[in-house]
């Protein structure tokens, strides 16, 4: 019996370890190696480590049911490529692992991904957000972090919201930094911004060689505003150089992409310090429960980043999809059956994972709330959220404004709070530095060129966008201040300055908000009203005696056909030589006794009256011109007359006109006199060109003519044809953006009559003279000729008579 009793014992006991046995296989836990690739010696690598740990102990103590646990297979890259290679084909080769969180940085990712195609093990990574890797064309890549081009947007509504239209943005020569370019582009196309030079800054660079690519930026553009994409291992040594040459002060700007702004708390204090007004864009992180409770058990000497969260998620989210997709360790088979027995690593021949494509549509299919705010892939990337825009103030970062993430939001209606800027400055950057000529000090000019102002500033209200700017004084002449556009001194010129086709090709005009031309003036004859023989000047004398002679002919030629059968034309020879000569003239006033009674004699009579009466009706007309206008006779009728005579001639100094007259007019340079003043016009035209010290005429721009016959218009006059200008406008840098604003901002000013009127009567009040239009201005009268009775054998009726 006691026998019996053992036997049922052991039997018993037997079946209960069977039995304990048997629930431990079916509830143990199964460890699925994880590889995780990571530059441990970086700040980013350092805090990642952290959060990857802390979220495995999180999430399996929040989740004890799994049967499944993640067993982290830590590799150091050392921040080298072929490291990071090397260690992921190992982890591949010797861990088996089923999957691999990293690699860390962008240039890393670009193999290690081409080696997860190869093996069919899903790469993870939350730091690599080139844009250059795309998940959609590397199936087994995850990016758990948002792509580099989801802030993009972000930064255009920021140069739009303070009216910048230009940047330069200032990049490291990684994939990472090289990757954003192509959306920047396509963002600054869009929003009319250019770019006028690109700065790309090699990682490994020292302070002096970082200044130096400073200082080439000062030399190649005027433009104040940057964009800075690059790491913390740049940034830490580039904002400490920006600050040494200068380019943290006031009247700077700079804003910094996700890469550094996710990562300014674990910066050093010296560096942050430098960085006193800069702009940022980062993804907004939830302020909830869990992430302050996450922060109050972070134990770490560094801040936690917006990275350090975002792999936090990762673990999560792998977690949840080796579950889901019941990984278990099997083992994983080789592209051929041949043994690798040499123990170095094949980049060729790599291990295919059997569970691979399985758990990466279970990741691809995840959705959860994590620390960093929702986990959801579209595309194999983390889905964008929220934006937000912060000002770095002291030691501290304010919040000035939110970027909601939807597609459809209109940028005009992004709010920011005014930020303080580099050098504690209240005010935006950057004021547009316009150059305006320095002729202030004459009266007449300077109504032009307040006119001018006034226009830019109407214009300037008139833009969709704010636009600051201050004028700076230029004393020398308008090719020269244009110059300092393409000297980079200038941003603008604005005044008086008239389009012609060479000032084009080192500038870009706005359309004219003003037409303007070029024309002569010259001194005014002596006046010969009171000249006795002044009714002598109607007819040359060529045609005087021409009518003489045909006085004398008409009148014998009558005689002839007369006096045979008349005797009304008979008589004595004195007589009839006086018949001969009174009766033609007795003609001109219809009062001639005699009668004539031959028919030829009639049809001559016929042709000759008609003749006196045109000759009559035209020597009346021309002597009543003569003697209303003959106060206006021109000394020079054209230039052609003052090139012959071989006569100087003055022009307005500091402009164009000096080219103008030699390229276009031929006129020799050195009969070529400037004058600064309408003084100096009436100064020269009043010593005239018989003694070489004056001139014969006058080469200015209309305007400036109108002006000056208005003080002296008694005197001189307006002659000779006008030459077309391009008109009045505004200069600026060649391919400006702001070209096409200001131009549409011209036209909708000029088109308005009140508005432009309002600023016309200002200045001039009896409105603006292009051209020759006011009582000084008149032609010649000169005497008639023969040519004035000729014919026009090309007038279709074959003769036309001109008067």
């Given at each position: 019996?006691?026998?019996?009793?053992?036997?049922?014992?052991?039997?018993?006991?037997?079946?209960?370890?069977?039995l304990?046995?048997?629930?431990?296989?079916?509830?143990?836990?199964?460890?699925?190696p994880?590889?995780v690739?990571?530059?441990?010696?970086?700040?980013?690598?350092?805090?990642a480590?952290?959060?990857?740990?802390m979220?495995r102990?999180?999430?399996?103590?929040?989740?004890p049911?799994?049967?499944?646990k993640?067993?982290?297979?830590?590799?150091?890259?050392?921040?080298?490529?072929?490291?990071?290679?090397?260690?992921a084909?190992d982890?591949?080769?010797n861990?088996?692992?089923?999957?691999?969180?990293?690699?860390?940085?962008s240039?890393?990712?670009?193999?290690?991904?081409?080696?997860g195609?190869?093996a069919k093990?899903p790469?993870?990574s939350?730091?690599?957000?080139?844009?250059?890797?795309?998940?959609t064309?590397?199936q087994?890549?995850?990016r758990?972090?948002?792509?580099?081009?989801?802030?993009?947007?972000?930064?255009?509504?920021?140069?739009?919201?303070?009216?910048?239209?230009?940047?330069v943005?200032?990049?490291?020569n990684?994939?990472?930094?090289?990757?954003?370019?192509?959306?920047?582009?396509?963002a600054?196309?869009?929003?009319?911004?250019?770019?006028p030079?690109?700065?790309v800054?090699d990682?490994?660079?020292?302070?002096t060689?970082i200044?130096?690519?400073l200082?080439?930026?000062t030399n190649?553009?005027?433009?104040?505003?940057f964009?800075?994409?690059?790491?913390?291992?740049?940034?830490?040594?580039?904002?400490?150089?920006?600050?040494k040459?200068?380019m943290?002060?006031?009247g700077y700007?700079?804003?910094?992409?996700?890469?550094?702004?996710?990562?300014?708390?674990?910066m050093?204090?010296?560096?942050?310090?430098?960085?006193q007004?800069?702009?940022?864009v980062?993804?907004?992180?939830?302020n909830?429960?869990?992430?302050?409770?996450?922060?109050?058990?972070w134990?770490?000497?560094?801040?936690?980043?917006?990275?350090?969260?975002?792999a936090?998620?990762?673990?999560?989210?792998?977690?949840m999809?080796?579950e889901?997709a019941?990984?278990?360790?099997s083992?994983?088979?080789?592209k051929?059956?041949?043994?690798?027995?040499t123990?170095?690593?094949d980049?060729?021949?790599?291990r295919?994972?059997?569970?691979?494509p399985?758990?990466?549509n279970?990741?691809?299919?995840?959705k959860?709330?994590?620390?960093?705010?929702?986990?959801?892939?579209?595309n194999?990337t983390?889905?964008?959220?929220?934006?937000?825009?912060?000002?770095v103030?002291?030691?501290?970062e304010?919040?000035i404004?939110?970027?909601?993430?939807?597609?459809?939001?209109?940028?005009?209606k992004l709010?920011?709070q005014d930020?303080?800027?580099?050098?504690?400055?209240?005010?935006?950057?950057?004021?547009?530095?316009?150059?305006i000529p320095g002729?202030?000090n004459?009266?007449?000019?300077?109504?032009?060129?307040n006119?001018?102002f006034?226009?830019?500033?109407?214009?300037?209200?008139?833009?969709?966008f704010?636009?600051?700017?201050?004028f700076?004084?230029?004393?020398?002449?308008?090719?020269?201040?244009?110059?300092?556009?393409?000297?980079?001194?200038?941003?603008?010129?604005v005044?008086?300055?008239?389009i012609?086709?060479?000032?084009s090709?080192?500038?870009d005009?706005?359309?004219?908000?003003s037409?303007?031309?070029?024309?002569?003036?010259?001194?005014?004859?002596?006046?010969?009203?009171?000249?006795?023989?002044?009714?002598?000047?109607?007819?040359?004398w060529?045609?005087?005696?021409?009518?003489?002679?045909?006085?004398m002919?008409?009148g014998?030629i009558?005689?002839?056909?007369?006096?045979?059968t008349n005797?009304?034309?008979?008589g004595?020879?004195?007589?009839?030589?006086?018949?001969?000569?009174?009766?033609?003239?007795?003609?001109?006033v219809?009062?001639?006794?005699?009668?004539?009674?031959?028919?030829?004699?009639?049809?001559?009579?016929?042709?000759?009256v008609?003749?006196?009466l045109?000759?009559?009706?035209?020597?009346?007309?021309?002597?009543?011109?003569i003697?209303t206008?003959?106060?206006?006779?021109p000394?020079?009728l054209?230039?052609?007359?003052?090139?012959?005579?071989?006569?100087?001639?003055?022009?307005?100094?500091?402009?164009?006109?000096?080219?103008?007259l030699?390229?276009?007019?031929?006129?020799?340079?050195?009969k070529?006199?400037p004058?600064?003043?309408?003084?100096d016009?009436h100064?020269?035209?009043?010593?005239?060109?018989k003694n070489g010290a004056?001139?014969a005429?006058?080469f200015?721009?209309?305007?400036?003519?109108n002006?000056?016959?208005?003080?002296?218009?008694?005197?001189?006059k307006?002659?000779?044809?006008?030459y077309?200008t391009g008109?009045f406008?505004?200069?600026?840098?060649?391919?400006?953006?702001?070209?096409?604003?200001?131009?549409?901002a011209?036209?909708?000013?000029?088109?308005?009559?009140?508005?432009?009127?309002n600023?016309?009567?200002?200045y001039?009040p009896?409105?603006?003279?292009?051209?020759?239009?006011?009582?000084?201005i008149?032609?010649d009268?000169p005497?008639?000729?023969?040519?004035?009775?000729?014919?026009?054998?090309?007038?279709?009726?074959?003769?036309k008579i001109?008067?």
């Amino acid at each position: 019996m006691g026998n019996l009793l053992r036997l049922h014992s052991s039997f018993s006991f037997l079946c209960f370890l069977l039995l304990s046995t048997w629930v431990g296989l079916l509830f143990a836990v199964e460890l699925i190696p994880i590889g995780v690739v990571l530059d441990t010696n970086s700040s980013v690598g350092t805090v990642a480590q952290s959060c990857i740990s802390m979220a495995r102990s999180d999430f399996y103590e929040r989740h004890p049911n799994y049967r499944t646990k993640l067993d982290l297979r830590i590799r150091d890259s050392e921040n080298d490529v072929v490291t990071a290679a090397s260690a992921a084909l190992d982890l591949i080769e010797n861990e088996r692992v089923h999957a691999i969180i990293g690699p860390q940085t962008s240039e890393h990712a670009k193999f290690i991904i081409e080696l997860g195609a190869k093996a069919k093990i899903p790469i993870i990574s939350f730091s690599a957000t080139s844009p250059t890797l795309y998940p959609t064309r590397n199936q087994f890549f995850i990016r758990t972090a948002q792509d580099d081009c989801s802030q993009v947007k972000a930064i255009a509504s920021i140069i739009g919201a303070f009216g910048w239209r230009e940047i330069v943005p200032i990049y490291e020569n990684t994939e990472y930094g090289k990757g954003l370019i192509p959306c920047l582009n396509d963002a600054f196309e869009a929003i009319d911004t250019r770019v006028p030079y690109r700065s790309v800054i090699d990682p490994r660079s020292y302070e002096t060689q970082i200044l130096e690519e400073l200082h080439k930026i000062t030399n190649h553009t005027l433009t104040k505003i940057f964009l800075v994409h690059m790491t913390k291992e740049l940034g830490s040594k580039f904002f400490p150089a920006a600050e040494k040459a200068g380019m943290m002060t006031e009247g700077y700007a700079w804003i910094v992409t996700e890469g550094l702004s996710s990562l300014l708390d674990p910066m050093e204090p010296e560096v942050i310090n430098s960085m006193q007004g800069v702009l940022g864009v980062r993804p907004r992180v939830p302020n909830t429960t869990r992430v302050e409770d996450f922060r109050k058990r972070w134990n770490s000497s560094t801040e936690v980043t917006l990275f350090g969260l975002w792999a936090y998620d990762t673990v999560w989210a792998l977690a949840m999809a080796v579950e889901k997709a019941g990984i278990t360790n099997s083992t994983s088979q080789k592209k051929n059956d041949t043994n690798n027995s040499t123990g170095i690593l094949d980049f060729a021949d790599v291990r295919i994972s059997e569970t691979g494509p399985r758990l990466l549509n279970e990741i691809l299919t995840t959705k959860f709330r994590g620390l960093s705010g929702d986990f959801s892939l579209v595309n194999g990337t983390l889905e964008p959220s929220r934006l937000e825009i912060f000002n770095v103030r002291e030691q501290n970062e304010y919040i000035i404004g939110y970027r909601p993430k939807e597609e459809n939001f209109p940028d005009a209606k992004l709010k920011l709070q005014d930020p303080k800027w580099p050098g504690n400055a209240k005010e935006k950057p950057t004021k547009l530095r316009i150059g305006i000529p320095g002729r202030e000090n004459i009266k007449e000019y300077s109504k032009v060129v307040n006119f001018s102002f006034d226009i830019f500033d109407a214009v300037v209200k008139n833009l969709t966008f704010p636009l600051f700017y201050e004028f700076h004084s230029f004393g020398g002449t308008y090719d020269e201040l244009l110059m300092q556009i393409q000297n980079k001194t200038l941003d603008a010129v604005v005044g008086d300055i008239i389009i012609v086709a060479n000032r084009s090709n080192n500038v870009d005009f706005t359309l004219p908000f003003s037409e303007s031309s070029v024309a002569m003036v010259v001194s005014v004859k002596h006046d010969e009203r009171n000249n006795i023989w002044i009714f002598l000047k109607p007819l040359s004398w060529g045609l005087w005696l021409t009518i003489g002679a045909a006085f004398m002919l008409t009148g014998f030629i009558i005689w002839i056909l007369e006096h045979r059968t008349n005797t009304e034309f008979r008589g004595g020879k004195n007589q009839q030589l006086g018949m001969i000569f009174w009766f033609s003239f007795s003609t001109l006033v219809f009062a001639h006794k005699e009668r004539v009674v031959n028919n030829w004699s009639r049809f001559v009579l016929i042709v000759w009256v008609l003749a006196v009466l045109i000759i009559t009706q035209s020597y009346a007309g021309s002597l009543a011109s003569i003697l209303t206008v003959q106060r206006l006779q021109p000394a020079f009728l054209d230039v052609n007359e003052i090139k012959r005579n071989n006569y100087s001639v003055g022009y307005q100094n500091g402009s164009f006109l000096k080219g103008f007259l030699i390229a276009e007019l031929g006129f020799n340079e050195s009969k070529l006199k400037p004058c600064d003043s309408p003084e100096d016009y009436h100064h020269a035209l009043l010593l005239g060109c018989k003694n070489g010290a004056g001139v014969a005429a006058i080469f200015g721009e209309t305007f400036f003519l109108n002006l000056f016959l208005q003080k002296y218009g008694s005197r001189y006059k307006m002659v000779g044809p006008t030459y077309n200008t391009g008109g009045f406008g505004f200069a600026f840098p060649k391919k400006s953006p702001l070209v096409s604003y200001i131009s549409r901002a011209i036209l909708e000013v000029t088109e308005d009559k009140d508005k432009f009127g309002n600023i016309t009567k200002k200045y001039f009040p009896d409105g603006i003279v292009h051209g020759d239009q006011s009582d000084s201005i008149s032609s010649d009268c000169p005497s008639l000729t023969l040519k004035s009775f000729g014919g026009d054998p090309t007038h279709p009726l074959g003769y036309k008579i001109r008067f």
